[in-house]
């Protein structure tokens, strides 16, 4: 396991340093530690078994969901395999397997994030006199939100005019898949640029995988 290991830990190092997980060993023994733990919660509770491994692929386990699917036929195939000593040759070269192909896992995992599908008003366009901003997403989000400047480095760029109560600023849609940015266009001036960040972690999905960076920066501008 361990050429497997090294060859594995790069590519989420910075995610398992989070968790005091400083080195490729560490990382592996966690990872058979956590699934042995995920498969006695397979049958009793099925769904506390996914949720469980979704919060370790948040912590850098990317590739819980496919070592989910191995140990599955460990359990299947308890005549063939009746320890999970016998078990291991087919472990260790799926891992083998899950870390020359982790180009794969990664975009497994770009792809689990929540996205940012529609803005309207349209990014870029003019908002003078508008009263809210609608945000859609790919998939239902869990409410919370977040911000962090205005998306851009120019500093002729302004912060978007958004109401005073920060509690308010933000409507979900009852079905979580929209976010309704509250603005005060009293406060906003002619012939300006505007921006708004999102906070990936401040928007998550139901899931609590964070906002994919791709559109998280959000320009308007305002007529003359």
Known sequence: ??????????????????????????????????????L???????KEMEEQS???VRRGFLWMPRSIACMKEFYARRDRYPRIED?????????????EHFEEVLLEYEKSLPRIVSVFPAVGSDISGCT???????????G?????GTGSDDPNVHPLFLIDDFEKAV??????RQATLK?????????????????TRGFQSARHYSLNDAGKNLLFHTGR
């Open 54 to 56: 979704d919060n370790l």
């Open 40 to 46: 006695s919660l397979w049958e009793p509770d099925t």
């Open 144 to 148: 919370s939100y977040g911000f962090s």
């Open 183 to 199: 603005l005060d266009p009293s406060k906003a001036r002619k012939n300006t640029t505007y921006g708004i960040q999102l906070h």
């Open 1 to 38: 396991m361990r050429q497997a290991a090294d060859a594995i830990y790069p590519h989420v190092a910075e995610q398992m340093a989070c968790n005091a997980y400083g080195s490729a060993e560490v990382m592996i023994g966690e990872w058979f530690n956590n699934l042995c733990t995920l």
């Open 132 to 142: 809210e901003i609608v945000i859609t997403f790919s998939e239902t989000m869990n």
């Open 87 to 99: 078990f291991m040759p087919q472990l260790i070269a799926f891992l083998d397997h899950t870390a």
């Open 171 to 176: 409507v979900w849609s009852p079905d979580r």
